[in-house]
């Protein structure tokens, strides 16, 4: 399932960058990224460092960092969830 507009006339996914990770990315927290790549590719393109860790959702749908972004494609990444402890 993808949204049409913008981004998918020009073979673009919309890639957001959500909570501390948005501070790790130096070209701002939203971009559209070109299909055709992974997320974690995308996430690199942004700024991200290889390694980082983040939970990826598209289209409304969990993904790992090796789905690959097509046309229309809206997708957030979430710094890991962590804490508890009690």
């Not at 055709?36 to 969990?62: C, D, E, F, K, S």
Request: glycine share 20%; with cysteine; charged share 10%.
């Amino acid at each position: 399932m993808t949204e049409t507009g913008a981004a998918s006339a020009q073979g673009e996914a919309e890639l957001r960058l959500a909570g501390s990770l948005a501070s790790l990315a130096p070209g701002g927290s939203t971009a559209r990224v070109r299909s055709g790549q992974t997320i974690g590719q995308a996430a690199v393109g942004m700024g991200l460092p290889a390694h980082q860790r983040y939970i990826a959702i598209v289209n409304g749908q969990v993904c790992a960092g090796d789905y690959v972004l097509v046309p229309g494609d809206r997708g957030t990444l979430f710094p890991p969830i962590s804490g508890g402890g009690g």
